[in-house]
């Protein structure tokens, strides 16, 4: 009952009437008005005709182009709401504020093609004193707990998921001991991934408590346009001094305190160090773009240390794709090995052709996916793409046990990228996204220790077993796969 008294619920229902009224709109008039039909049909074609002159990439033109064809009457009036509405034209000159400055063509990394790319798209190269990697989030929320519990200046925390349970009951009363010592505590939530699942009144509930609290990107029906656009960070920085990113998210079942799809297989990296300056930076930027306010970034770390990382982060809507060009070229330059774990793959031919080409070329390629899927329709997506892999040498693993959600690569015991992005079309092009680059054999040696653990648990999928099928999920396959781009 309380999540029907919800404002969120009474938003989302604003927003279904709205959708509905959309859609019923167009019909009426071409039923009482005939020349309205040539009006839409039309402003269809002007529209696909702007989106084919897109410098996006093929995938996302089509994904775009074949429902507005499918349904001409409401494929320009959607169109024009998602790329030309108000909020949308507004979060777009808000992005180009924060956007990160190129450096300067001097401070290229001759030691690595990738740190040179990270470099002129503004990301500095790091000496970290440590990098602590966990292979389950359990694990990893207890340090976070204790790192919070110690902080004297600052905590700032960004997640896309919060919700209620033991693990923000915990977090919560950290926090606001904290608070009442004088310590800076903001917490970044996203609006639309926590707006049903968060506890009523979190935001008066923590404010209360001395934690700041803003929600990027909040549910309303003024925000339309923009209801696909997330920040799917999971950020966690203390006094400037101790930095978490990885892929879990402020909910028990990360921690497996509570059963969601078998076993959740989770985790992350804590950096300790000057590092976690870069993620304080990403944090401080999503801060103000989301609430207009600055925040206060700690210098005093120095670059002491010997792990060398590359914090990085991805913003949509500002034409880079920092994030797939980090995984091709870590896929690019592997030479014996590269392993992947991904919730989900859903991706274009740039990245299959990639894995494709590795395998082929005698590499050990394997993709470590889930056995128990949290989204039916995206699973039957990934699976898609088995048979092209399979053909290719690509070993495609699946975790028996429950759901893989941490968002690992791994290649060569050189190089390692732990973070939030998915291998699919929403953490490429819809969502604020952030990750680590590792340069360093000890921290890459564990992540591939863990992996290979993970696979006592996997069972390998055989080119007969991805065959096995039904035809209504054949069926469902061509028109599912067709549309996602959009998913």
Request: with cysteine.
């Amino acid at each position: 009952m309380n999540k029907l008294l919800r404002k969120e619920t009474l938003y989302a229902a604003v927003i279904a009437i709205i959708l509905i009224i959309i859609i019923a709109v167009p019909i009426v008039l071409t039923v009482f008005f005939p020349v309205s039909t040539v009006i839409l049909y039309a402003a269809d074609i002007i529209c696909v005709l702007g989106v084919l002159n897109e410098e996006i990439s093929p995938v996302y033109k089509l994904g775009t182009v074949v429902p507005m064809l499918l349904f001409p009457l409401h494929g320009a009036i959607f169109r024009i709401i998602f790329r030309y509405g108000s909020a949308k034209t507004t979060l777009d000159r808000r992005i180009e504020k924060f956007l990160v400055k190129n450096v300067r063509k001097s401070e290229r990394c001759h030691r690595d093609r990738l740190c040179s790319y990270l470099l002129a798209n503004g990301f500095p190269l790091y000496i970290a004193e440590n990098v602590k990697y966990y292979p389950f989030g359990d694990a990893a929320f207890s340090d976070l707990l204790e790192c919070v519990r110690r902080a004297q200046n600052s905590i700032y925390l960004e997640f896309f998921i919060v919700c209620e349970g033991t693990a923000l009951d915990e977090l919560t009363e950290t926090l606001a001991e904290r608070a009442a010592a004088g310590v800076d505590v903001r917490f970044l939530i996203d609006g639309t991934g926590s707006a049903f699942i968060k506890p009523k009144g979190f935001t008066k509930h923590m404010e209360k408590l001395g934690i700041k609290v803003c929600e990027f990107n909040p549910l309303s029906p003024s925000g339309l346009s923009v209801l696909n656009i997330s920040d799917h960070r999971k950020i966690l920085v203390i006094d400037g001094k101790y930095a978490f990113c990885g892929g879990i998210n402020i909910a028990d079942e990360y921690m497996n305190r509570k059963e969601r799809f078998g076993i959740w297989k989770d985790g992350g990296i804590l950096i300790e160090g000057g590092a976690s300056a870069g993620f304080a930076k990403f944090f401080s930027q999503m801060w103000e773009l989301s609430c207009g306010e600055k925040t206060v970034i700690s210098n005093e770390c120095d670059n002491s240390g010997c792990i060398m990382v590359q914090p990085f982060a991805d913003v949509p809507l500002s034409g880079c794709r920092i994030s797939i060009e980090v995984y091709l070229n870590i896929i690019n330059r592997a030479h014996e090995y590269l392993y992947i774990t991904t919730p989900y793959l859903v991706c274009d031919d740039e990245i299959i052709g990639a894995l494709c080409t590795a395998a082929r070329s005698g590499i050990d390629v394997r993709l470590i996916l889930p056995g128990i899927p949290d989204k039916k329709y995206v699973n039957i997506i990934t699976k898609s793409f088995y048979e092209k892999l399979i053909a290719h040498n690509v070993r495609i693993y699946e975790y028996k046990k429950g759901f893989i959600h941490c968002k690992n690569i791994v290649c060569d015991d050189e190089i390692a990228a732990v973070g939030t992005v998915n291998l699919d079309y929403r953490s490429f092009a819809e969502n604020f996204e952030c990750g680590c680059v590792i340069y360093d054999r000890e921290v890459t040696e564990k992540i591939k220790r863990d992996l290979d653990n993970t696979l006592k648990d996997c069972e390998l999928i055989t080119r007969e077993k991805a065959d096995r099928t039904t035809w209504f999920v054949k069926i469902a396959r061509i028109f599912l796969k067709l549309l996602s781009p959009l998913m």
